[in-house]
């Protein structure tokens, strides 16, 4: 007696396909991108289309429309800081004496500190330059206010305390003033936002 073989595998019958309705079919996907968190608006008001553009962020959110000018202001800003931060190293009490035209009382140490720390921070301007993020260009931004911020102040009270009040050191105190409100201004519209297109 011979075996039997088994049967072939055309042989076999399969479950007739089920054609999904697309309604039901929309709702799943709905149901399944809801449960995923896309497809609605995020903190921001970013619709994302994926979970991987949720994630890693959408192109158009990070376009950066840039205020006219702030490149410009930047490299100026980075140009500043570097010279005086060199002409604090090499020359402490020539610069001194252009911004106090007095001669020097302070230790020429002290101001070669200054320079140290405003060329660490010409540093950091430099590097926004070079950056197309918004966070890195309104931290460098808010850096170079609160450094513009401070030197006001210290460098008031200091004219005030030494009784001068020359043509230069109210022009100094004006400058300051000046880039203060340039370098908030550029902050304050880096930190607007934008509008849906």
């Known amino acids: 007696m011979g075996k039997k073989k088994p049967p072939s595998m055309a042989a076999k019958s399969h479950p007739p396909l089920m054609k999904k309705h697309s309604q039901t079919d929309l709702v799943s996907r709905l149901k399944t991108r809801k449960i995923l968190g896309v497809g609605g608006e995020d903190d921001d008001g970013e619709v994302h289309r994926s979970k991987i553009s949720q ?13 006219v000018g702030l490149r410009l202001w930047i490299l100026l800003s980075a140009v500043g800081f570097t010279a005086v931060a060199l002409m604090a190293l090499a020359f402490p009490s020539q610069l001194y004496e252009v911004v106090f035209e007095e001669e020097q009382t302070a230790t020429s140490i002290s101001i070669r500190l200054y ?23 309104q931290w460098t931004l808010l850096s170079e206010a609160c450094y513009f911020a401070i030197q006001l102040v210290v460098t008031s009270i200091t004219l005030v305390e030494l009784d001068i009040f020359s043509n230069s050191a109210i022009l100094l105190l004006l400058s300051r003033l000046l880039f203060l409100v340039i370098t908030l201004s550029y902050y304050y519209h880096l930190g607007r936002r934008n509008r849906k297109m």
Do not use: D, H, Q
């Open 115 to 137: 320079g140290g720390a405003l060329l660490s921070l010409s540093l950091i301007v430099w590097n926004g330059l070079y950056t197309a993020e918004k966070v890195i260009l």
């Open 55 to 67: 994630m890693l962020g959408n192109e158009i959110k990070f376009a950066l429309r840039e205020p």
